[in-house]
T-cell receptor, first 107, second 113 residues
């Protein structure tokens, strides 16, 4: 079975501080991991995927197969980063989401 | 990536009635999915919409309650049948292609009264 766990429902940090949103997964096969973001009143959109190994809006995420984690990081948070963040796992031809973390960046 | 149009964007329905949600993709996708997002919660996969055949439903979802059609590669419908207030939710369509991953529609906000 596929499972994604985001242990923090809410995360609040100050502008300029580092941010780390945690994501752990469970899957017996070879997973493909994603981070999606949903800004206020906007549709869900892809932030990054582990196979591309790119940095989007200053965010990065590294797949750690030993710890089955895919944490999302940004060294210096900006106010516009305030949003809902979802970690997702693709396996067996379907995408399964974690519970999401609401990130609030305080000025 | 594909652009997904979903309608209606919102509706208020009487209990016991049915609502059909439409999803149109601007390019061919290999797979289409329907998700539900209940208030304050994450996205839960309802089913995979298969072209020309019956949808593949996830545990807890059945065809009689959520019939799905996908007559071609770019169009799908989800019907929420015999609605009750517990069906109040946001319903999202998603398309996946080989080169761009998963794209989502803007969602249908359903309120059942």
């Amino acid at each position: 079975a596929q499972r994604v766990t985001q242990p923090e429902k809410l995360l609040s940090v100050f502008k300029g501080a580092p941010v780390e949103l945690k994501c752990n997964y469970s899957y017996s096969g070879s997973p493909e991991l994603f981070w999606y973001v949903q800004y206020s009143r906007q549709r869900l959109q892809l932030l990054l995927r582990h196979i591309s190994r790119e940095s989007i809006k200053g965010f990065t995420a590294d797949l750690n197969k030993g710890e089955t984690s895919f944490h999302l990081k940004k060294p210096f948070a900006q106010e516009e980063d305030s949003a809902m963040y979802y970690c997702a796992l693709q396996g067996a031809q379907k995408l399964v989401f974690g519970q999401g973390t609401r990130l609030t960046i305080n000025p | 990536s594909a652009v997904i149009s979903q309608k209606p964007s919102r509706d208020i329905c009487q209990r016991g009635t049915s609502l059909t949600i439409q999803c149109q993709v601007d390019s061919q996708v290999t797979m289409m999915f329907w998700y539900r997002q209940q208030p304050g919660q994450s996205l839960t996969l309802i089913a995979t919409a298969n072209q020309g055949s019956e949808a593949t439903y996830e545990s807890g979802f059945v065809i009689d309650k959520f019939p799905i059609s996908r007559p071609n590669l770019t169009f799908s419908t989800l019907t929420v049948s015999n609605m009750s207030p517990e069906d109040s939710s946001i319903y999202l369509c998603s398309g996946a292609g080989r080169n761009y991953g998963y794209t989502f529609g803007s969602g249908t906000r359903l309120t059942v009264v």
